[in-house]
C-alpha cells in the first residue's frame, strides 16, 4: 500500500454541534462470516485483485464537519482520496455516496436486510458488529505488523471473541472542556487531573471557588443536554455502573442511575448547574464563549476545532479583537467520578467497514473492498486530525500528528492517556447491551422531563430502570 500522505490546510469551519454529537445504536449478532458456517460463503482472504478485471465498489460515507481555507469541503478530499487509490488500482471505481447523519443508519440497516449493503462503509461510532451474515472481519486482512501499528485500544473497540471486524479510523476522547482561566481562577491544575483524574467532591469544591463577576459567579458545568452521551459519560464514572466494564451486570442498572440522576440534582442545588428550566444546549456554547462556564460536558475535542475558527474569524475582523494568543485555550478535563469508582475517558472509535452482498461478487471483489477500506482509513487521519482534531487510530501517526498540533502539553498528555487507557466502550458491555434505539429515544425522554424539571431525580432514575429492564 502507497504510504500515507497528508492532505494539508487548515481549520475554516465546523458543522453544527448536533452533527457532532450524534448518538448510535445497532443490532449485534456473533456469527462469524468467513469462517467456513455450512449456511455462510467461505472468504479466503489471501485472493488478489485481478489486474485484467474491472470492479466497481459502492461506498458509503457521512459528511464530516470539515470545509478548507480554499473551500474544498470533506466530499472534496474524499474524491481526492478516491483518485490517489485508483492510481494504484486503476481497474477499480469507486462509486461514493454521503449519507445524513439522521437517515444514514436506517437506510444502511435496509440495504443490510434487502443484502445489498455497500461494499464498503464509513463509520462513526459504531458497534464492532453491524451485520454479522454480511459483514467481513477486517482481521482476515490485517497481518501482525498492520495490527501492532494500532493503539490496542482502536482495536479493541472493534474486536468482539477475539474477532477484528473494522478498521479502526479515528479515537475521540469523550472527555469534558474547560476555560483554563477559570480553572485557574478555581486552582484546578489542569495537567494534574489529566493524570489522575478527580472526584465529584474536587470538582465541586473548585466550583464553590469561582470568582463572582459582576456580581454573578460562572456557572460550575453546563451540560449539553441535547442528548443522552453527556449523561451515559457521567453514568459510566459512577462507582454503581463499573463492575460492569468487567462484565458483572450492566452498565445502566438502578443503582447507578439513581447515583448520576441524583449528583446531577445536587450540582443544581448547589446552583453548580443552571436552573431546571434552562435549556443548556441553547446556551452552552454562548456562554463557554463568553467566559460564563468553568467546565462543559458534552463537546469534547470537536470543541478545538471550533475554536480555531473564532481565532481565524477575528483574524480576518469577523469578531472583535481580544488579547487571546493565538494558542487553543480550552483544556480537555476527565468526567469527575464518585466515591470508590476510578477515573474512566470514554472513547468513540470511527471505524470502516466492509460487507459482502448476499449474491456474493467473489473473493477478489471482497479483496478489492479491503484494500479501499484500509488505504481509506489511513488516507484520512492527517485531515481529521487537523480539522475535528480527533486522534489517528495509528499510533506512530498519532504521535506525529501531537507533536505538530497546536495544543498544550496538558492536553496532549490528556489524548496521550486516552488512547493508552480509555474505554472502548462498543466492544464491551456497554456497547453489547445497550439500550435498543427504542429505548434510547425514550431514556432521552427521560432525561428531558428531568432537565427541564418536570421530573424529579429518584422518579427519573426509577422510570429509566424500567426502560432498561423491559428493553433487557
Same mark, same amino acid.
Given at each position: 500500500m502507497a504510504k500515507v500522505r497528508r492532505l494539508d490546510g487548515r481549520v475554516a469551519t465546523v458543522a453544527l454541534l448536533v452533527a457532532a454529537l450524534i448518538n448510535w445504536s445497532g443490532c449485534l449478532g456473533l456469527p462469524r462470516p468467513g469462517r467456513g458456517k455450512p449456511e455462510e460463503i467461505k472468504i479466503n482472504p489471501a485472493v488478489k485483485i485481478n489486474p485484467s478485471k474491472e470492479y466497481r465498489l459502492e461506498f458509503w460515507d457521512y459528511r464530516l464537519p470539515i470545509v478548507t481555507e480554499d473551500g474544498s469541503s470533506y466530499e472534496d478530499l474524499v474524491a481526492g482520496v478516491i483518485?490517489?487509490?485508483?492510481?494504484? &488500482?486503476?481497474?477499480?471505481?469507486?462509486e461514493y455516496r454521503l449519507l445524513s447523519v439522521s437517515a444514514g443508519k436506517e437506510e444502511l440497516e435496509q440495504a443490510l436486510a434487502a443484502g445489498a449493503p455497500p461494499d464498503v462503509y464509513g463509520g462513526l461510532a459504531e458497534l464492532p458488529v453491524v451485520n454479522a451474515k454480511l459483514q467481513v472481519p477486517a482481521g482476515l &486482512?490485517?497481518?501482525a505488523e498492520a495490527r501492532a501499528? &494500532?493503539?490496542p485500544t482502536a482495536l479493541q473497540a472493534v474486536t468482539i471473541a +477475539?474477532?477484528?471486524?473494522?478498521?479502526p479510523r479515528w479515537i475521540s476522547p469523550r472527555v469534558w472542556v474547560g476555560n483554563a482561566d477559570l480553572l485557574a481562577a478555581a486552582g484546578v491544575n489542569p495537567a494534574a487531573l489529566s493524570a489522575g483524574g478527580w472526584t465529584r467532591t474536587e470538582f465541586e469544591q473548585a466550583a464553590a471557588r469561582l470568582p463572582a463577576v459582576g456580581g454573578k459567579a460562572p456557572y460550575g458545568l453546563l451540560v449539553n443536554d441535547a442528548g443522552i452521551t453527556a449523561f451515559e459519560d457521567i453514568l459510566l464514572n459512577s462507582a454503581a455502573a463499573q463492575p460492569a466494564v468487567n462484565g458483572a451486570g +450492566?452498565?445502566?442498572n438502578r443503582a447507578a442511575l439513581a447515583d448520576t440522576f441524583a449528583w446531577l440534582d445536587e450540582l443544581r442545588q448547589q446552583k453548580i448547574l443552571p436552573a431546571a428550566t434552562t435549556k443548556m444546549q441553547s446556551i452552552i456554547l454562548t456562554a463557554y464563549w463568553d467566559g460564563?462556564?468553568?467546565?462543559?460536558a458534552g463537546l469534547g475535542p470537536w470543541l478545538f476545532g471550533k475554536e480555531i475558527e473564532r481565532q481565524q474569524r477575528r483574524s480576518a475582523g469577523l469578531l472583535p479583537p481580544t488579547a487571546e494568543? +493565538?494558542?487553543?485555550?480550552?483544556?480537555?478535563l476527565p468526567i469527575p467520578h464518585s466515591d470508590g469508582a476510578t477515573s474512566l475517558v470514554p472513547l468513540d472509535i470511527g471505524s470502516v467497514t466492509v460487507f459482502r452482498q448476499a449474491d456474493y461478487r467473489g473473493d477478489d471483489h471482497t479483496r478489492a473492498a479491503a484494500e479501499f477500506?484500509?488505504?481509506?482509513?489511513?488516507?484520512?487521519e492527517w485531515v481529521i486530525a487537523d480539522r475535528l482534531f480527533y486522534l489517528p487510530a495509528r499510533s506512530a501517526a498519532a504521535a506525529a500528528w501531537l507533536a505538530a498540533a497546536p495544543l498544550s502539553q496538558a492536553n496532549k498528555q490528556m489524548y496521550r492517556r486516552a488512547a493508552q487507557s480509555g474505554f472502548a466502550w462498543q466492544a464491551a458491555e456497554i456497547g453489547r447491551g445497550r439500550p435498543d434505539r427504542e429505548a434510547l429515544q425514550q431514556l432521552n425522554g427521560i432525561l428531558a422531563e428531568f432537565w427541564s424539571g418536570n421530573t424529579e431525580a429518584a422518579a427519573a432514575a426509577e422510570k429509566a430502570a424500567e426502560i432498561i429492564e423491559t428493553d433487557g
Open positions: 483518485a490517489a487509490f485508483r492510481t494504484l &488500482y486503476p481497474n477499480v471505481a469507486i &486482512y490485517l497481518d501499528a &494500532y493503539f +477475539g474477532e477484528i471486524w473494522a478498521w +450492566g452498565v445502566w460564563k462556564v468553568m467546565a462543559a494568543t +493565538g494558542a487553543i485555550a480550552t483544556v480537555l477500506a484500509a488505504f481509506f482509513s489511513q488516507e484520512m
